[in-house]
Structure formats: structure tokens, C-alpha cells
């Protein structure tokens, strides 16, 4: 069992950036891919971000691309997604994911999630 708890939610302006955290209570955090999934009112959940167990890779949106990035820090247990420029459109509830099989990651079918953080961004 991998427990996730998110961070760092809120209401920011247009244009303005947001860092949002997501921690896992497990010691073995360091095996799991981990990413990013966003739900927006009256919309389905969405891929936003993703990074593999090690760091070395990373996948994103295209509605994210050069916008935000995802990081981790193993030796914390800890995913960090970094949101610049945020947009209107990007208000939703973040989900912070983990599993231990990429493609399973990258298609919403994880093993793990959290419970959500949500960030409104004001025009």
C-alpha cells in the first residue's frame, strides 16, 4: 500500500505559479513511477505529468508542455509539480499517482492515488 498526500493547492491569478507536493509514506517510494493527473469540473480526469522511478525520464501533456514541470526527490519520498504561467484552464483537482509499470502510469490506470489538491486560477 502507497499512501499520497498532495500539497500546495490554492487560488492563484492568472499568469502567476504554483508548486504543488505530494509526499508518500512508504520506503520503497523510490521503485514507483510516479505522476500528475488533474480533473477539472464536469470533465473526466486527465494525464498531466509523469516521472519515472529514477527521474531520469519525464512525460507531459501538451497542454502543459513548457509550462510545468514534475520532479522528485527520493531520498524524501516526494513528487513536486511545478506550475508556471497557470491559466484559467488549468483549475482543477490534482491527483498525485503512483505505480511501478510506466505505460499503466501514463494511461490513468495506476495502482495508487491521492486525494487531491485543488488550484483555481482567477482571470
Known amino acids: 500500500q502507497v499512501q499520497l498526500v498532495e500539497s500546495g493547492g490554492g487560488l492563484v491569478q492568472a499568469g502567476e505559479s504554483l508548486r504543488l507536493s505530494c509526499a508518500a509514506a512508504r520506503r520503497t517510494f523510490s521503485s514507483y513511477n510516479m505522476g500528475w493527473f488533474r480533473q477539472a ?71 495508487y492515488w491521492g486525494k487531491g489538491t485543488l488550484v483555481t486560477v482567477s482571470s
Request: with cysteine; aromatic share 12%.
Open 41 to 111: 469540473p464536469g470533465k473526466e480526469r486527465e494525464f498531466v505529468a509523469a516521472i519515472t522511478w529514477s527521474g531520469r525520464s519525464t512525460s507531459y501533456a501538451d497542454s502543459v508542455k513548457g509550462r510545468f514541470t514534475i520532479s522528485r526527490d527520493n531520498a524524501k519520498n516526494s513528487v513536486y509539480l511545478q506550475m508556471n504561467s497557470l491559466k484559467v484552464e488549468d483549475t482543477a483537482v490534482y491527483y498525485c499517482a503512483a505505480d511501478r509499470t510506466w505505460p499503466r502510469l501514463l494511461s490513468g490506470g495506476v495502482d
